[in-house]
């Protein structure tokens, strides 16, 4: 398969020129790219204005932050309407070296050859700390599921399960789209030769009880959008999938307990915690909390 049948999709959002280099090297190794920026139109965007001159890439400005999944959605139909047969989608920061579609496309040859693959993923590699991050992984040794940054996916999955789920708006889009995959017969899997450097955040660690704990620091408000989304992703597989359900059901617990003791704006944290929560439980979605 030629790559001029590979679609890009970068999400952006205040980037810095970082993006710049990114998008050049994606350019070299994919058909088309399409950056979806949610940058505010208030906001200076003179990065987002740079790259357009250069050219060698399709720009869609949405004026305002209209959340990862629906910038995603954007950039999906916008690259599979300009003929991609594969895509694959990247946070602004991610970076790839030489050879990583081609790796990709080579894991699928082999893999389709034993299993219904629905996401292609690479191996990642934390930009800051230079240490690979474990995927996570069921009891039976699949993979359970992996970032958004670094996925590919064929056009038709898309055309057959649907899109990423925009009610969400930010955080565990990945998680749920993975879900809705596995559920429906399909595996995730892994390209070990493809390595993309990923940044998690401000990830510190600190330590509690004798243990070493990492702490997000996520801001308060990014907590909201978290615990809500976290536990509506667990109500909804619970049965379906009951040992991711309970591993996040653990996670929750240990999460919130790690942000109200270790981190910083404790009490906005744990409101905003709280306030997640209850907004789950009454099915209250979308943008609800401006980031």
Sequence with gaps: MGSHLIGAVVVSYNPSREILRNVAILSGQVGHVVVV??????NAQSVIDELEQRGGCTVIRNKKNLGIATALNIGIRAAISKGAVW?????????????????????????????KVGILCPRYKDARLGVFLPMRRAANGDISGCFTSGAMTHADTFR??????????????DHEYCLRLRCAGYKIVECPEAILQHSLGRITSRVLLGKTALLTNHSPRRHYYISRNRLTMIERYLFKDKEWALREIKGLLM?????????????SKACYILRGLFDSLFGRMGLRVSL
């Design 37 to 42: 920026d949610n940058t505010p139109s208030t």
């Design 160 to 173: 057959s399960m649907g899109l990423m789920e925009e009610a969400l708006f930010i955080d565990y889009v």
């Design 87 to 115: 895509i694959v989608t990247f946070d602004q920061d991610s970076h790839i070296g030489d050879g990583f579609i081609d790796a990709m496309l080579a894991t699928y040859r082999e893999a389709m050859l034993h299993s």
């Design 255 to 267: 999460d919130s307990v790690k942000v109200v003791l270790l981190e910083k704006q404790k009490l």
